[in-house]
């Protein structure tokens, strides 16, 4: 089982998608709230596993929620995108689709049980997704 942690930056809040020994699976943006970051794992958790893969740069479109595949100024990359378009993380560059998908199909199955924890100085707040945006 995974986790997200969320960290406050100078930049905003982000979080972190860590399998269970450790390994990164994906970093978000910043965000300019908490409670828009925990909006965000809550879209992550909701849509990652079952939206569609749209490889734009294979003249591909398609609605949204999706996984949107494209090529970036440093090669592949993907964004998952909401129900409202907005891109909840953006990851790459990847040297081939094959590693793009792969990368997908873990964030894919780490978002699954993830528990979520606040890092604070020193210490890992848990928080749930059931009363994730009431959590503070």
Do not use: H, W
């Not at 930049?11 to 020994?21: E, R, V």
């Not at 908490?34 to 965000?40: G, S, T």
Request: contains cysteine; hydrophobic residues 40%.
């Amino acid at each position: 089982m995974g986790r997200f942690i969320i960290s406050r930056t100078a930049a905003g809040d982000i979080f972190t998608l860590q399998t269970s020994n450790g390994r990164t699976l994906a970093v978000s943006k910043p965000y300019a709230t908490l409670d828009a970051c925990k909006k965000a794992i809550c879209s992550l958790v909701y849509y990652a596993p079952v939206v569609p893969v749209v490889d734009t740069s294979a003249g591909e479109y398609g609605p949204n929620p999706k996984f949107e595949l494209f090529e970036g100024d440093e090669g592949l990359m993907y964004a998952m995108k909401s129900a409202n378009g907005k891109s909840v993380l953006i990851q790459g560059p990847f040297a081939t689709r094959k590693a793009a998908l792969r990368s997908m199909s873990m964030l894919r199955q780490g978002v699954q049980g993830a528990e979520i924890v606040l890092a604070a100085p020193e210490t890992l707040k848990r928080l749930t997704v059931k009363n994730l945006i009431k959590d503070k």
